[in-house]
């Protein structure tokens, strides 16, 4: 068997054993409204979940790598600011 087609037919094997055994239980009582609304709200919260915790991770670490990026940045313009007062100062203290 070809390596790439082994999980496929291990997969058509377990759904065709579940098929079967849905088969042989008895049918579903019917569920009550609260059940249903359960039921109908639940994949949907599961899936909002998913998505708000995937998305608020990427949102974090790209604000930690911008913020690092804003303090290096604010380090190399307090370093040259300084280099700038240093030159006006020697400027100004020759010329007295």
Known sequence: MNVKFRPVAVA???FFNLSAWAQSQ???K?????????????????IAAFIWFVFIKGI???QEKSLEAHRQHNETMEK???R?????????GGSV
Do not use: Q, Y
Not at 41 to 46: A, S
């Open 60 to 62: 974090r670490k790209v």
């Open 30 to 46: 019917n569920p009550s409204a609260i059940e249903s609304f359960i039921w109908s709200i639940l994949p949907l919260v599961i």
């Open 80 to 82: 040259l600011l300084e």
């Open 84 to 92: 700038i007062a240093k030159a006006l100062e020697k400027k100004d």
């Open 12 to 14: 058509a094997i377990v």
């Open 26 to 28: 008895e049918p579903p």
